[in-house]
Structure formats: structure tokens, C-alpha cells
């Protein structure tokens, strides 16, 4: 069985978790249309993607990208049927500081010029427990893919507004060195980045 992945975003150098609360204001976001279709469409509004890094060997910094997209779809009764295929656009970095996301976005890092966005599309699921699965997939940064195998936890369905629902969570490191993002490797920014993706979708009714 592959070893549980290690999310190591090259952009993990530093960051707080930016604007995080900026998503929560006192305008209700509007309600997202959803696609009727074989999956649950990403809801970007309610969905989290946020990577964590050690800095200085002595405190853990985090960030998010502010926009994911994809479908996905866990079936408890038969695992083969679950699937998932994410997508998230690297220029959408966010740690609380304009120069460091500049720079989290050049050539050091994520170069999202030339590679826009990081993606996982699973290949196979396991179910480890009542609602538990390792997902073994392709993860692809910086134009290198690994398959990597992450525990994924099924959050629950129900119904909105605007139809069906259902979410999905994983938490995970990675090396960022793995995927050529080298920069400062060592006590000032650690090789292994956290990463936790926490996914709302849905589907019309």
C-alpha cells in the first residue's frame, strides 16, 4: 500500500491563514448553482483548502487557496463507484501578505504562470472504517505527478436550498522537494507542508 501522502506545497513557505475570514461576512454568499450530473460539483464558498510549513524550526505557518474546483462522489455501499477529482488554481495562494504571495507565485514556488493549477484524481478507494477510506490517486504540482494514497474521511450528505449535498475531508504531508520546490529547504522552511482539504459539492435536484 502507498504511504499516506505528504502534501508538500511549494508555496508553503510562509503563511497565516489569510482570509480565511474574509469568506464570512455579513453578506451571505450566493447560493452556488449545481450541476446535475454523476458527481458532486465543488462548492469553491464552502470548501477549504489550507497547507501548513514550519518555520525557523520553532513555529507552523498557514495558508489557503481561495478557489477549488472538480466533482466528487463516495459510495459507501460500494467503494469501486466513489471517486474524486479536484482541481485548485495555484495563483489563488493567500497568506495574509501581498509580498509573500508574490513570491509564493514566482519561480521558487509555485510558478503558477507556467503551472496554474494542482490536482488529485483518485484511482482507487479502501475503506478503513465506518466512513473512512484510503484514496490512493495521481496528485500533480508543478508539472510532476505522484501517486500518492491519503485518508479520506466522508462528512456526511443532505439536502440544501438548492439541492442535494455531501462533503468530504483529508488531512496529509507532503514533501514539497518531491515536486521540485526546493527553495530554502531546511531550518528556515521545513521540506514537509500539511495539508487539510475540507469539500462541500452538490447537485441539483
Known amino acids: 500500500m502507498q504511504k499516506l501522502a505528504k ?34 460539483k465543488i462548492d469553491a464558498v ?34 469501486s463507484k466513489s471517486f474524486i477529482d479536484i482541481t485548485i488554481a495555484t495563483d ?3 497568506t495574509a501578505s501581498a509580498n509573500r504571495d508574490k513570491h509564493l507565485k514566482s519561480a521558487d514556488f509555485f510558478a503558477v504562470t507556467e503551472f496554474p493549477a494542482m490536482s488529485f484524481k483518485s484511482k482507487s478507494f479502501a475503506k478503513t472504517g465506518e466512513g473512512t477510506y484510503n484514496v490512493t490517486g495521481d496528485f500533480t504540482l508543478r508539472g510532476k505527478t505522484k501517486e500518492i494514497t491519503v485518508p479520506v474521511t466522508d462528512t456526511g450528505r443532505g439536502k440544501a436550498r438548492n439541492g442535494e449535498v455531501a462533503g468530504f475531508e483529508t488531512k496529509f504531508n507532503i514533501k514539497r522537494s518531491d515536486y521540485g520546490v526546493s527553495f530554502m529547504v531546511g531550518p528556515g522552511l521545513s521540506d514537509d507542508v500539511s495539508i487539510l482539504f475540507s469539500a462541500e459539492g452538490g447537485k441539483g435536484a
Open 7 to 40: 502534501l508538500s506545497l511549494p508555496f508553503l513557505t510562509i503563511a497565516a491563514v489569510g482570509t480565511a475570514a474574509s469568506l464570512w461576512s455579513s453578506t451571505p454568499p450566493a447560493v452556488a448553482n449545481f450541476a446535475a450530473d454523476n458527481g458532486f
Open 46 to 79: 464552502h470548501t477549504s483548502a489550507i497547507f501548513g510549513v514550519k518555520h525557523n524550526g520553532v513555529s507552523n505557518f498557514y495558508g489557503r487557496f481561495n478557489k477549488a474546483d472538480g466533482t466528487f462522489n463516495i459510495d459507501p455501499a460500494d467503494p
Open 92 to 94: 489563488t495562494v493567500d
